[in-house]
Structure formats: C-alpha cells, structure tokens
C-alpha cells in the first residue's frame, strides 16, 4: 500500500533529486530537515464561555534564499509532518520562481465550518500573538492556504501591528485590497496554472481549444481555473468534482453558473443537465487534461494507470504520489508538477510585497503579465532539465530548485 506520510514523500522526492545530483550527504542532510519549528498552545475563550485549547505550528524551512514564505493552513487533521510537508514545498516553489524567498508552512488544528466568525478572529490573533517574534517582512511571511482567508489574514496583520507598533504592510500577503493587498491575488495560482497549461500544449502540439478538461475539487483553486480553463485558453471543461461527488456533462459544462449552484446548495452535485460521477471515475475519465485542484495523494499507485489525460496539471499541493509518478511517466503523461503549477499564488504574495515596500500599486494588467512571465520561463526551465537529464517533471523541478537553493547556502558560506 501506499505510504502516505506528506514529509515522507517530500523526503523520497529530496533523495531522488539528490542521487541525480550526486549531493554532498551533509548539503543532502541539511536539506532534509526544517531550520526551525514552532509549537504554540492556543487558549481560547469559545461563544458558549467555554476554554478551549488549539494547537498551533509554524515551520520554517530554509531561509538561504531569503526570509521565509508559506501559508497558515487552518484543518482539523493538520500534523506536524503535513505542515513540515507544506515548508519544504513552499522551500522548492519560491526557489523554482527564482523569488528572493525560502519556504515556510504553518497551521492550526481546528474545524473552522463550525467556528464562528468571532471564535475564528480570537484564534487568528492568538496565533500570532504567540509567534510574533519570528515574524517580519524580513524574516518570515505567511499568507493564506486552505481554509483561510483575506480576512484571516487582515485580522493576523492587525494583531502584529499591535503587538510591533509598526504598520508594515508586507509582514503577510493575501490581505484584502483595502489594507495593502495586491489585486489579482484571489485568482492567481489558478491563472498561473493556466499559463503553464498553456505552454505545456505548445510543446506536446496539443491544440487547446479542441482540448476536454476535468477538474477534480471545486474550491477556490478549483472554481478559478474550470472558468479560465474555457477563458483562457478555450478549452471545453466537461467534468468538475467536490467532496460530495462530481457532475459530468460532454458537452461542456459552465462554470459561473456550477459557481453559483455551489453557493445555493453547498456542492456541485445536482448541477442542472449534469449526470452524475465520482471523484474516482472522475480521475480516469478520458479527458485531456485533468486537473487535481483540492486534495493530497489522490492519484496513487491504484489508479495512475488508469489517468486516460494527456497532461496532468496539479494545482493542489502533493495530489500524486511517487510512486504514481514512476507510472504516469512511463505511459506519457504530461505531468505540470503541484510546485510550478500552483506558483501563481505566492508569485503574486511576492508581488504584493514588493508594492508594500514601495506603498505603490500596479494595476491587474500588469500583474498578469508578470506573473506570465514567471511562471512561462520556470515551465521551460523545468522542461529543459526534464529533456536534459531524461526524468520526469517533477524529478526536473527538484533538480532546478535544489540547485538554487544549494547555490544560496554555498555563497552564504553555509556549506
Ligand atoms: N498557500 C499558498 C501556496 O501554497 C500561498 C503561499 C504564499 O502566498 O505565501 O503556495
């Protein structure tokens, strides 16, 4: 069976990158641990007068590259590993986007649907009150992941200003627009997706707009990248999923409306002139690109066999297993690893940093246009070095960003 252990994939994916480096075993060691974890305790005074206690994570990765970066992740079934996972990921993204950035997770053990707006502020600013010191715009910066969002990290950026006295916009990203957020952050890293999608058809002469897509998870990655699937890139999206089962039409599917449906009813289930499919069904349907949107180690060594896409674009982190790496390569499927594919988001965090430095703002053309750039050259990057050395994309994306993460120690004189 399958190991599903997130940090222990993170490490199985670090050693294969390291044998095809021939890495030093002590660069090789230091790169397989967090620099620094925080484990915080979280009193909380509840709505019904109650004290209930949470349990808080910062993890920060490797910071050779620069301050640390990487979301707060509020779920119920967060580990210490998942958020270890979430670090070390975060360490090979920015690296790959060549941002002046190293890699950080961070998370709560909660269940936020049944917390309340008040409940849920008192423990965004608990978190922080109890992490503040080893936070900045120069030391480490969080941002939204799942199940938090531009108001969390509004009520986060508020405390630590309290707690600084010093109103510095970049200390987190992902606020809202109204307090020094960057605009086209909401749907950024399933636009960047999208460019990588695009450049991936270009190289495999896939025309796109003859291209079916299935989107499995219609979250907030999810629902943005089934609408600029067909926006975009004028692709058919006939195949979209959540937690509660999936709908299936081949004759294209809308997606503002499925958006809409959502928010009345809660699911995509029972969309109107849809049939029904699950999630299972749904990963081998035999569509050209597929892509996973919400969830970790769904595409494992059961079913990678069966993935009919062409091109695999994995916008959420950790959907496929390594083991279902080896298999998809060797039937030829495309695959735009989670760390590319989902860039997008803290490209745009960095952009936002960047404007909050300079208290100036750019306007969304111009967002979009660099955060094209950014993602279009890390793509080729990564595809050359998958040509270069004859490996897979993911194995590819490890041996860029290693490499420029043990270029940083070396200048540093880490190593
Ligand atoms: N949580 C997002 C990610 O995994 C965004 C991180 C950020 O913007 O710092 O990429």
């Given at each position: 069976?399958?190991?599903?252990?997130?940090?222990e994939?993170?490490?199985?994916?670090?050693?294969?990158?390291?044998?095809?480096?021939?890495?030093?075993p002590?660069?090789h060691?230091?790169?397989?641990?967090?620099?620094?974890?925080?484990?915080?305790?979280?009193?909380?005074?509840?709505?019904d007068?109650?004290?209930?206690?949470?349990?808080?994570?910062?993890?920060?990765?490797?910071?050779?590259?620069?301050?640390?970066?990487?979301?707060?992740?509020?779920?119920?079934?967060?580990?210490?590993?998942?958020v270890?996972a979430?670090?070390?990921?975060?360490?090979?993204?920015?690296?790959?986007?060549?941002?002046?950035?190293?890699?950080?997770?961070?998370?709560?053990l909660?269940?936020?649907?049944?917390?309340s707006?008040?409940?849920?502020?008192r423990?965004?600013?608990?978190?922080?009150?109890?992490?503040?010191e080893?936070?900045?715009?120069?030391?480490?910066?969080?941002?939204p992941?799942?199940?938090?969002?531009?108001?969390?990290?509004?009520?986060?950026?508020?405390e630590?200003?309290?707690?600084?006295?010093?109103?510095?916009?970049?200390?987190?990203?992902?606020?809202?627009?109204?307090?020094?957020?960057?605009?086209?952050?909401?749907?950024?890293?399933?636009?960047?997706?999208?460019?990588a999608?695009?450049?991936?058809?270009?190289?495999?002469?896939?025309?796109l707009?003859?291209?079916?897509?299935?989107?499995?998870?219609?979250g907030?990655?999810?629902?943005?990248?089934?609408?600029?699937?067909?926006?975009?890139?004028?692709?058919?999206?006939?195949a979209?999923?959540?937690?509660r089962?999936?709908?299936?039409?081949?004759?294209?599917?809308?997606?503002?409306?499925?958006?809409?449906?959502?928010?009345?009813?809660?699911?995509?289930?029972?969309?109107?002139?849809?049939?029904?499919?699950?999630?299972?069904?749904?990963?081998?349907?035999?569509?050209?690109?597929?892509?996973?949107?919400?969830?970790?180690n769904?595409?494992?060594?059961?079913?990678?066999g069966?993935?009919?896409a062409?091109?695999?674009?994995?916008?959420?982190?950790?959907p496929?297993?390594?083991?279902?790496?080896?298999?998809?390569?060797?039937n030829?499927?495309?695959?735009?690893?989670?760390?590319l594919?989902?860039?997008?988001?803290?490209?745009?965090?960095?952009?936002?940093?960047?404007?909050?430095?300079?208290?100036?703002f750019?306007?969304?053309?111009?967002?979009?246009?660099?955060?094209?750039?950014?993602?279009?050259?890390?793509?080729?990057?990564?595809?050359?070095?998958?040509?270069?050395?004859n490996i897979?994309?993911?194995?590819?994306?490890?041996?860029?960003?290693?490499?420029?993460?043990?270029?940083?120690?070396?200048?540093?004189?880490?190593?």
């Amino acid at each position: 069976m399958t190991e599903l252990n997130l940090f222990e994939i993170t490490h199985k994916q670090l050693d294969e990158c390291a044998e095809i480096l021939q890495l030093d075993p002590g660069v090789h060691a230091m790169l397989r641990s967090p620099m620094r974890e925080i484990h915080v305790s979280l009193p909380i005074r509840m709505d019904d007068g109650s004290v209930k206690v949470f349990q808080g994570y910062r993890v920060q990765y490797n910071d050779a590259k620069g301050p640390t970066k990487g979301g707060i992740r509020f779920h119920p079934d967060k580990t210490i590993d998942s958020v270890r996972a979430q670090a070390a990921w975060m360490t090979w993204k920015c690296a790959l986007l060549d941002l002046p950035l190293g890699g950080a997770g961070g998370g709560v053990l909660c269940s936020p649907k049944e917390m309340s707006r008040n409940e849920l502020e008192r423990l965004s600013r608990k978190y922080i009150d109890q992490i503040s010191e080893y936070l900045g715009p120069h030391k480490d910066i969080p941002a939204p992941d799942v199940y938090t969002d531009p108001q969390i990290m509004a009520w986060m950026m508020d405390e630590y200003f309290k707690i600084s006295q010093d109103q510095q916009f970049g200390v987190i990203t992902g606020k809202p627009v109204a307090i020094g957020g960057s605009v086209g952050r909401a749907d950024a890293a399933a636009r960047g997706g999208m460019y990588a999608i695009r450049e991936a058809a270009e190289v495999l002469g896939l025309d796109l707009s003859k291209t079916t897509v299935a989107v499995l998870g219609y979250g907030n990655a999810g629902h943005f990248a089934a609408s600029l699937c067909s926006e975009l890139l004028g692709c058919k999206v006939i195949a979209v999923s959540d937690s509660r089962g999936g709908i299936l039409n081949r004759e294209g599917l809308d997606a503002k409306a499925i958006q809409r449906h959502k928010s009345m009813t809660g699911s995509v289930i029972e969309f109107p002139r849809s049939q029904a499919i699950s999630n299972e069904d749904l990963i081998e349907l035999d569509v050209d690109i597929l892509i996973p949107a919400a969830l970790e180690n769904v595409i494992t060594d059961v079913n990678a066999g069966k993935v009919k896409a062409k091109i695999l674009a994995e916008l959420a982190n950790g959907p496929t297993t390594p083991e279902a790496d080896d298999i998809l390569y060797a039937n030829g499927v495309h695959q735009i690893p989670d760390f590319l594919c989902n860039a997008g988001g803290v490209t745009v965090s960095y952009f936002e940093m960047v404007q909050n430095a300079y208290m100036y703002f750019w306007d969304k053309e111009m967002i979009h246009q660099r955060l094209d750039k950014k993602i279009t050259t890390s793509y080729h990057a990564v595809y050359n070095a998958s040509t270069r050395f004859n490996i897979d994309m993911r194995k590819a994306a490890y041996v860029v960003s290693v490499m420029r993460v043990v270029e940083a120690m070396k200048v540093r004189g880490w190593i």
